[in-house]
């Protein structure tokens, strides 16, 4: 029997729930069933797990079609958002199925997560639907001095994996990193770059010496544990040049004037 025929049927029905979070290389999967279930295009099993959905809505507006899940706290797929919101977006695929007839279901639902509220022992997961990424706003290009193109972006062309430092943590203190390998460059060469550790990613505010300043401190990380540590730019002609060779790929203005002849005389 196929989903379309047990879905109609008023006694071979089994409706089962099952949710699929993905984050970068990392995935978690879980069902509303009181045992784990097989769904076929998952390698992974779906692990019993207590999750309550809330009503979906369906209309005209924006902001329809979205989710909210109520989660036990200690979820593993949300333990980024404790401390800092994760470097990468939290997907959720919602699939419907029904228990004697799993090679066919279907997916009514699939977003990232955009909201996590923590609510004593439980967390509630707001989810918006793909289709929300059709109306965002895309930044136009400045007539600035800077670079245009985020370090790192096709735009830029800087092969990230080029600069990328290990380092060995030799000591964590909240947003504090000390590691050697950070000496083995110049002051600031970090500074507005950032620091990553499994799904984490952290911002870099300061470098000086052996010790890395963060914006925000990692869930987890503990000395004798390994991290990635990439450079920042400051979008200049000269750090473009020096630092990275990229100088041809450089899509700012740097002469532009000083002086606004509009709003006051060139002279």
Same mark, same amino acid.
């Given at each position: 029997?196929?989903?379309?025929?047990?879905?109609?049927?008023?006694?071979?029905?089994?409706?089962?729930?099952?949710?699929?979070?993905?984050?970068?290389?990392?995935?978690?999967?879980?069902?509303?069933?009181?045992?784990?279930?097989?769904?076929?295009?998952?390698?992974?099993?779906?692990?019993?797990?207590?999750?309550?959905?809330?009503?979906?809505?369906?209309?005209?507006?924006?902001?329809?079609?979205?989710?909210?899940?109520?989660?036990?706290?200690?979820?593993?797929?949300?333990?980024?958002?404790?401390?800092?919101?994760?470097?990468?977006?939290?997907?959720?695929?919602?699939?419907?199925?029904?228990?004697?007839?799993?090679?066919?279901?279907?997916?009514?639902?699939?977003?990232?997560?955009?909201?996590?509220?923590?609510?004593?022992? *439980?967390?509630?997961?707001?989810?918006?639907?793909?289709?929300?990424? @059709?109306? /965002?706003?895309?930044? +136009?290009?400045?007539? !600035? #001095?800077?670079?245009?193109?985020?370090?790192?972006?096709?735009?830029?062309?800087?092969?990230?994996?080029?600069?990328?430092?290990?380092?060995?943590?030799?000591?964590?203190?909240?947003?504090?990193?000390?590691?050697?390998?950070?000496?083995?460059?110049?002051?600031?060469?970090?500074?507005?770059?950032?620091?990553?550790?499994?799904?984490?990613?952290?911002?870099?505010?300061?470098?000086?010496?052996?010790?890395?300043?963060?914006?925000?401190?990692?869930?987890?990380?503990?000395?004798?544990?390994?991290?990635?540590?990439?450079?920042?730019?400051?979008?200049?002609?000269?750090?473009? *040049?020096?630092?990275?060779?990229?100088?041809?790929?450089?899509?700012? @203005?740097? /002469?532009?004037?000083? +002086?606004?002849?509009? !709003? #006051?005389?060139?002279?």
């Amino acid at each position: 029997m196929g989903y379309d025929f047990t879905e109609r049927s008023r006694s071979d029905a089994q409706p089962v729930d099952c949710y699929h979070f993905r984050l970068g290389n990392s995935s978690w999967s879980y069902t509303s069933a009181e045992e784990p279930m097989t769904i076929t295009g998952y390698s992974d099993p779906f692990e019993p797990a207590t999750i309550l959905t809330e009503r979906r809505e369906h209309s005209a507006e924006d902001h329809a079609g979205g989710i909210v899940l109520t989660v036990p706290r200690t979820f593993p797929c949300i333990a980024d958002f404790v401390v800092y919101a994760p470097a990468g977006r939290l997907w959720l695929t919602l699939i419907q199925a029904h228990r004697d007839s799993l090679d066919e279901y279907k997916t009514p639902f699939r977003g990232p997560v955009v909201g996590v509220e923590w609510q004593d022992s *439980a967390a509630k997961l707001t989810c918006q639907p793909i289709t929300m990424d @059709l109306g /965002r706003m895309i930044p +136009r290009l400045g007539y !600035t #001095r800077q670079c245009n193109w985020p370090l790192y972006s096709t735009g830029c062309g800087v092969y990230k994996p080029t600069y990328a430092q290990s380092a060995d943590i030799l000591t964590v203190s909240g947003e504090v990193l000390t590691a050697a390998e950070f000496a083995s460059h110049e002051d600031g060469y970090f500074n507005a770059g950032f620091v990553e550790w499994n799904s984490q990613r952290r911002f870099v505010v300061r470098h000086v010496g052996e010790v890395i300043y963060l914006m925000s401190p990692f869930s987890g990380l503990e000395p004798g544990l390994t991290v990635t540590a990439y450079p920042g730019c400051d979008l200049t002609e000269t750090m473009c *040049a020096q630092r990275f060779g990229n100088l041809w790929r450089h899509f700012g @203005l740097a /002469r532009v004037p000083y +002086r606004n002849p509009h !709003t #006051r005389r060139a002279f």
